[in-house]
Every structure is written in structure tokens, then in C-alpha cells.
């Protein structure tokens, strides 16, 4: 049976010998054993990772950017790879998989460009042969904590930054999936880059609590639920960490009357249950704006009955198993609860035979406003139909959210679109597109609930994390002073 370790300066590293298990979300069966970091284990990568900091934050630009092109090349070139590790731990099937990988590598391309993204200004003349210009230098040791739904996805949106910038990092991967994350470092290494600024500490909350207060670990992402991001922004902002954690969400899909129901119903089926809908950006409510609802709600039963349940290396499914018998459960409960919807479609029926951790994708009419089912963050195969009577109700009831990550609009109307873009109190709006996750270039983030701390992921926001500025002052003496002169002469 495997065993996945930690990575710590350059090399697997054993740990003190807590485990836990894996399992093949298919079958139920156990796959492999991780370690689980202790204080110590924790103690040792951040060692390792000071050690080589100063190094590779002296390192050219032009020498960073030349390790993540590399990078890139040893991801492309091992991508299939990645994905089968994802589908045998996460359970989505291997395309989701492998889209994963390529939504990352846009976040890789993107630090290819560091040295155009650490480019600060000048201003010359400030006061007489004074000049002032600006700088933007790395932290330092920076960690990561990410989840199990984009075991690759997520920690691409945080180290390629963060390693470009000058930064050593310490990734702390979800223990439900944490394969991934040895490849990546594998991979790391191959590209030429120094033992120590890439490692990774597999474990649960003693690794997380002891990155949130080490006191060399300089700043932490983090991507979870709501209230783990509270507690991990919380603490670490205690212990004088710069912290930015993305929490929950609730993502709404607003249908006015003119949209086309036929997009929108391909749409909310791809929105709702891709990667199983364990997403923080799908959308798991749509809300249809009266007379369309019973029309839509047919059009998606009917794509829903299509759909292919099976295992992730199975090439004909679609959408796979949940990550643990846990969740499914617990997702799988929201079922049971006596509040007046109407069961369209039971994900609880017809799934794959053994003992793998199957729910079906599940479409629920006549949801209530303000029910569990409407508000709570399911993160499965859920999809809730909401009849609203208006425009003005549905934003309405997006904005009385707690969550504020993503939501969409599907109409025909510009001006409604336009209105919507204004009036929705969320960070991410999508105008006739489900799942609204910006390219590389811009940055990730929510509102309200959805994040805490004051700077997106990836893009400038990205950089602007994981650097600080520095402004400096100067003035030279003028070097005319006589003495032998060669060149043209001139009047002064």
C-alpha cells in the first residue's frame, strides 16, 4: 500500500509517524496511508525554507522566470499524469481532472511574466538630483492551506506567484487527496529550482496551527469553508501574519423570462454538477423568474437523466463519486429535511453498485427562501430551483446573503445585465456564464463571507500579496568636476 510523505528541502520526508488514510472514493476501498506533520515535522520545512530564502530572493528575474517556464513544460508534459492521481483520490472523472490542471497552468503562464509584474516607477527630478522610485520585494516564507475539491487548481493559484515573487513556500495539501502535491514538487525540482523553496507538509490541524503561528511563516492563503477562513484569517492575523482566506459560498443563477432556456439549462446542469458540484463556484440555486420556471425545470430534468455516473477512469463518465462517505452523507441528508421542495430528481436513486461513495445529481423545485436547503453551502450534487416573481426579488435574495463569491445572470436584455453587474453585492458576476472564474490575469475573490483579508488570489492582486513595497530616495553628487575629457566639446 503507498504511502504519501511530506517534502521538505528538496526530498521525501518521512515525518514522526501519525497517518491517516486514503481512499478511492469509487470503490470505499483504503488506497494508501498519508503522513500527518507534527509540530516538529512543521518546524523542519520552515527551517529548510528560511535557509533557502535569501538565495533565491537574490536570484535574477530573468532566472525565476526561466525555472517556471520549465516548470510549465515538466506540468504540460506530465498533466495526464496529475489528473489520474486526482481522479483516484478526489473522484472526478479524468477530463474535470485534467481541466483542473490546465485552469492552474494559467496561473503558471501568468508568473512566466515576472519580470513585466515586478516592474515598480520612477520619478526622476523629485527635488534638485533627488529621484524617488519604487520596488516591490518579497516576504519571505509563505504557506498555503488548500482543499480537497482542486487538489492541483487551488495550490496553482497560490505558489507560482508566490516562488516568482521570491518567496519559499510551504504548501499544506487537504490529507483526503495529497498526491497531487508530491508530483508537483517532484516536477519543482526537475525545473531547476533550489532545495527549500518548495515543500510540502501533508497533516490536518496541527500542521495548519502550527504554520498560523510559527513566527517565520510570513503570510498564509488559505481556500475552505466559511468557517475555517474566519478561524485561519483570525488567527493568523493574531500572531501578526498578513492572511488572506477564502471561505464559502452559495453561488445564484439569476433567469429572466427573455433568456435562452435551453443555454440556461445546460448551463445550470454543467454549473450544478460538475466536479460533483464540490465547488465553491458552482451554482447550486437557480433562481427563474415567473412564468419560466416549470418549462426550465423540465428542460434540466431532462438533461439531468442523461447524465453518466460513474467512475473517474472510466472514459464515458461524467460526473463521479464524492470524496468521502462523510460528505456524501451529509450532503445526502439536506434529502431528508421537511421543507416543502419537490424531489425532480433523486440522486439517492440509481447510483453505481459497491461501496464507493455515490449520490446522483439531484434537482430540487419550490425551495423555499430562507431554508437550509437554500442557504447552507451543500457542496454536492444539489440543485435548487427557486421561483422569485421579479428581477428586483431575485437580487433581493442574493443579496441577503451571507456569501458573496459568484452569481450569474442569463438574459437577453443588456440593460438588465448591465443593472445586475451594479446591484449584485458579489465579487464574481458572470452575464450568460455559469461559472464566472476570472482568467489568470485577473484576480480570484469573493465578498462578505466568501473572503477575509483584503487581497484576491492570483493576478496583481496575487502579486501585491505575496510582495511589499518599498519606496527609495536618492541623490548623487554631480561627477563634473574637470579633469580629462575626450569627448565633443561643448558650451555650458
Given at each position: 500500500?503507498?504511502?504519501?510523505?511530506?517534502?521538505?528541502?528538496?526530498?521525501?520526508?518521512?515525518?514522526?509517524?501519525?497517518?491517516?488514510?486514503?481512499?478511492?472514493?469509487?470503490?470505499?476501498?483504503?488506497?494508501?496511508?498519508?503522513?500527518?506533520?507534527?509540530?516538529?515535522?512543521?518546524?523542519?520545512?520552515?527551517?529548510?525554507?528560511?535557509?533557502?530564502?535569501?538565495?533565491?530572493?537574490?536570484s535574477s528575474l530573468v532566472k525565476r522566470?526561466?525555472?517556471?517556464?520549465?516548470?510549465?513544460?515538466?506540468?504540460?508534459?506530465?498533466?495526464?499524469?496529475?489528473?489520474?492521481?486526482?481522479?483516484?483520490?478526489?473522484?472526478?472523472?479524468?477530463?474535470?481532472?485534467?481541466?483542473?490542471?490546465?485552469?492552474?497552468?494559467?496561473?503558471?503562464?501568468?508568473?512566466?511574466?515576472?519580470?513585466?509584474?515586478?516592474?515598480?516607477?520612477?520619478?526622476?527630478?523629485?527635488?534638485?538630483?533627488?529621484?524617488?522610485?519604487?520596488?516591490?520585494?518579497?516576504?519571505?516564507?509563505?504557506?498555503?492551506?488548500?482543499?480537497?475539491?482542486?487538489?492541483?487548481?487551488?495550490?496553482?493559484?497560490?505558489?507560482?506567484?508566490?516562488?516568482?515573487?521570491?518567496?519559499?513556500?510551504?504548501?499544506?495539501?487537504?490529507?483526503?487527496?495529497?498526491?497531487?502535491?508530491?508530483?508537483?514538487?517532484?516536477?519543482?525540482?526537475?525545473?531547476?529550482?533550489?532545495?527549500?523553496?518548495?515543500?510540502?507538509?501533508?497533516?490536518?490541524?496541527?500542521?495548519?496551527?502550527?504554520?498560523?503561528?510559527?513566527?517565520?511563516?510570513?503570510?498564509?492563503?488559505?481556500?475552505?469553508?466559511?468557517?475555517?477562513?474566519?478561524?485561519?484569517?483570525?488567527?493568523?492575523?493574531?500572531?501578526?501574519?498578513?492572511?488572506?482566506?477564502?471561505?464559502?459560498?452559495?453561488?445564484?443563477?439569476?433567469?429572466?423570462?427573455?433568456?435562452?432556456?435551453?443555454?440556461?439549462?445546460?448551463?445550470?446542469?454543467?454549473?450544478?454538477?460538475?466536479?460533483?458540484?464540490?465547488?465553491?463556484?458552482?451554482?447550486?440555486?437557480?433562481?427563474?423568474?415567473?412564468?419560466?420556471?416549470?418549462?426550465?425545470?423540465?428542460?434540466?430534468?431532462?438533461?439531468?437523466?442523461?447524465?453518466?455516473?460513474?467512475?473517474?477512469?472510466?472514459?464515458?463518465?461524467?460526473?463521479?463519486?464524492?470524496?468521502?462517505?462523510?460528505?456524501?452523507?451529509?450532503?445526502?441528508?439536506?434529502?431528508?429535511?421537511?421543507?416543502?421542495?419537490?424531489?425532480?430528481?433523486?440522486?439517492?436513486?440509481?447510483?453505481?453498485?459497491?461501496?464507493?461513495?455515490?449520490?446522483?445529481?439531484?434537482?430540487?423545485?419550490?425551495?423555499?427562501?430562507?431554508?437550509?436547503?437554500?442557504?447552507?453551502?451543500?457542496?454536492?450534487?444539489?440543485?435548487?430551483?427557486?421561483?422569485?416573481?421579479?428581477?428586483?426579488?431575485?437580487?433581493?435574495?442574493?443579496?441577503?446573503?451571507?456569501?458573496?463569491?459568484?452569481?450569474a445572470i442569463f438574459t437577453n436584455d443588456?440593460?438588465?445585465?448591465?443593472?445586475?453587474?451594479?446591484?449584485?453585492?458579489?465579487?464574481?458576476?458572470?452575464?450568460?456564464?455559469?461559472?464566472?472564474?476570472?482568467?489568470?490575469?485577473?484576480?480570484?475573490?469573493?465578498?462578505?463571507?466568501?473572503?477575509?483579508?483584503?487581497?484576491?488570489?492570483?493576478?496583481?492582486?496575487?502579486?501585491?500579496?505575496?510582495?511589499?513595497?518599498?519606496?527609495?530616495?536618492?541623490?548623487?553628487?554631480?561627477?563634473?568636476?574637470?579633469?580629462?575629457?575626450?569627448?565633443?566639446?561643448?558650451?555650458?
Amino acid at each position: 500500500m503507498k504511502r504519501v510523505n511530506h517534502w521538505i528541502n528538496g526530498a521525501p520526508f518521512e515525518g514522526a509517524g501519525r497517518t491517516a488514510d486514503i481512499y478511492n472514493p469509487a470503490s470505499g476501498v483504503v488506497s494508501g496511508q498519508v503522513a500527518l506533520a507534527s509540530v516538529e515535522d512543521v518546524d523542519a520545512a520552515v527551517a529548510a525554507a528560511s535557509a533557502a530564502y535569501p538565495a533565491w530572493r537574490d536570484s535574477s528575474l530573468v532566472k525565476r522566470a526561466q525555472v517556471l517556464f520549465n516548470f510549465r513544460a515538466l506540468m504540460y508534459e506530465h498533466r495526464d499524469e496529475l489528473a489520474a492521481l486526482i481522479s483516484a483520490e478526489h473522484g472526478k472523472v479524468h477530463s474535470d481532472a485534467l481541466g483542473e490542471v490546465a485552469r492552474g497552468l494559467e496561473v503558471v503562464e501568468f508568473a512566466c511574466g515576472i519580470p513585466h509584474l515586478l516592474k515598480g516607477g520612477f520619478s526622476e527630478g523629485v527635488s534638485t538630483r533627488v529621484d524617488s522610485y519604487s520596488i516591490r520585494q518579497p516576504l519571505g516564507v509563505v504557506a498555503g492551506i488548500t482543499p480537497f475539491n482542486f487538489p492541483a487548481m487551488v495550490p496553482m493559484w497560490m505558489f507560482p506567484l508566490a516562488i516568482a515573487c521570491g518567496n519559499a513556500f510551504i504548501l499544506k495539501p487537504s490529507e483526503k487527496d495529497p498526491s497531487a502535491s508530491l508530483l508537483m514538487a517532484r516536477l519543482w525540482k526537475e525545473a531547476g529550482l533550489p532545495d527549500g523553496i518548495f515543500s510540502v507538509v501533508q497533516g490536518d490541524k496541527v500542521a495548519v496551527d502550527r504554520l498560523l503561528s510559527h513566527p517565520d511563516v510570513r503570510a498564509l492563503s488559505f481556500v475552505g469553508s466559511t468557517p475555517i477562513a474566519r478561524y485561519v484569517y483570525e488567527t493568523g492575523t493574531a500572531h501578526g501574519k498578513r492572511i488572506q482566506a477564502l471561505g464559502g459560498a452559495k453561488n445564484h443563477m439569476l433567469v429572466l423570462p427573455d433568456a435562452d432556456l435551453d443555454l440556461v439549462a445546460d448551463s445550470a446542469v454543467s454549473a450544478g454538477f460538475g466536479s460533483a458540484g464540490e465547488r465553491c463556484m458552482a451554482i447550486s440555486v437557480v433562481l427563474a423568474v415567473d412564468p419560466i420556471g416549470d418549462e426550465l425545470v423540465s428542460k434540466i430534468a431532462s438533461r439531468v437523466a442523461q447524465l453518466k455516473i460513474g467512475p473517474g477512469d472510466n472514459p464515458e463518465s461524467e460526473m463521479g463519486p464524492l470524496v468521502t462517505r462523510e460528505h456524501r452523507d451529509k450532503v445526502a441528508s439536506y434529502l431528508d429535511l421537511d421543507e416543502g421542495f419537490k424531489i425532480i430528481v433523486d440522486g439517492r436513486e440509481g447510483r453505481p453498485e459497491g461501496e464507493g461513495f455515490w449520490l446522483g445529481p439531484t434537482v430540487l423545485d419550490h425551495v423555499q427562501i430562507g431554508s437550509r436547503v437554500h442557504t447552507e453551502e451543500i457542496f454536492g450534487p444539489v440543485l435548487s430551483i427557486v421561483r422569485v416573481s421579479s428581477y428586483e426579488e431575485g437580487v433581493e435574495v442574493i443579496n441577503a446573503l451571507e456569501y458573496g463569491n459568484g452569481t450569474a445572470i442569463f438574459t437577453n436584455d443588456g440593460g438588465a445585465a448591465r443593472r445586475f453587474q451594479n446591484e449584485v453585492e458579489v465579487g464574481m458576476v458572470g452575464i450568460n456564464v455559469p461559472i464566472p472564474v476570472p482568467m489568470a490575469f485577473y484576480s480570484f475573490g469573493g465578498w462578505k463571507s466568501s473572503l477575509f483579508g483584503d487581497t484576491h488570489v492570483h493576478g496583481t492582486e496575487g502579486v501585491h500579496f505575496y510582495t511589499r513595497g518599498k519606496v527609495v530616495t536618492s541623490r548623487w553628487l554631480d561627477p563634473s568636476h574637470g579633469g580629462v575629457n575626450l569627448g565633443f566639446p561643448t558650451n555650458k
